[in-house]
């Protein structure tokens, strides 16, 4: 099973909002990853796991929640969010954060804030 | 600070023709990886090929393959015999310790029948 798993593919959400991303793997990975990514444009990352705890947090607004409850799973809680906020959101993980690591990626959440 | 910059917004090709996309970088690190990776309208990012750049021999992987030029900082990818499911947006990307992906800003190939 080589697959990253996101849900929902699809979230229109209000600004006063509260709503969850998951993501899910089962290879084993000890790392995992937030990006957000705008149309056309590369991925950007937003948060970083490695082994359960938070490792990088690239100066992320705190309407964006990360939690790791445990090595397979990774969710990103959403509060008042603004409408610049609208923008596909992967997930990845690899097997660690070190060098050279292939990261696999999920389909993505496609979000809409109204 | 790192950098990956593609120069090439858009590009075509006939389908079973060879295609190349460019890619420069700029890191201070030794040691470093270099990827390509493919994004189908379908949306999920899929590894292409990659690079370590101690290694001086270029990576292939069936109809892809690279030309990384260290010293020049360059790291190409050719499509041979492009097919019309390898039309999607590519991205260079460069990884080193911590997990950073740092990504270009991307090339939208296009194969035409």
């Known amino acids: 099973d080589t697959e990253v798993t996101q849900t929902p593919k699809h979230l229109v959400m209000g600004m006063t909002n509260k709503k969850s991303l998951k993501c899910e793997q089962h290879m084993g990975h000890r790392a995992m990853y937030w990006y957000k990514q705008k149309a056309k444009k590369p991925p950007e990352l937003m948060f970083v796991y490695s082994y359960e705890k938070l490792s990088i947090n690239e100066s992320v607004p705190s309407r964006f929640s990360p939690e790791c409850p445990n090595s397979s799973l990774l969710n990103l809680h959403l509060h008042a969010l603004q409408p610049e906020d609208s923008a596909l959101y992967l997930c990845a993980s690899s097997q660690w954060t070190g060098e050279g690591a292939e990261a696999f990626f999920g389909q993505g959440t496609r979000l809409t804030v109204v | 600070a790192q950098t990956v910059t593609q120069s090439q917004p858009e590009m075509s090709v006939q389908e079973a023709e060879t295609v190349t996309l460019s890619c420069t970088y700029d890191t201070s690190e030794n040691n470093y990886y270099l990827f390509w990776y493919k994004q189908p309208p379908s949306r999920q990012m899929i590894l292409v090929i990659r690079q370590e750049a101690y290694k001086q021999q270029n990576a292939t992987e069936n109809r892809f393959s690279v030309n990384f030029q260290k010293a020049a900082k360059s790291f190409s990818l050719k499509i041979s015999d492009s097919q019309l499911g390898d039309t999607a947006m590519y991205f260079c990307?460069?990884?080193?310790?911590?997990?950073?992906?740092?990504f270009g800003q991307g090339t939208e190939l296009s194969v035409k029948p």
């Open positions: 990307a460069l990884n080193n310790q911590g997990g950073k992906l740092i």
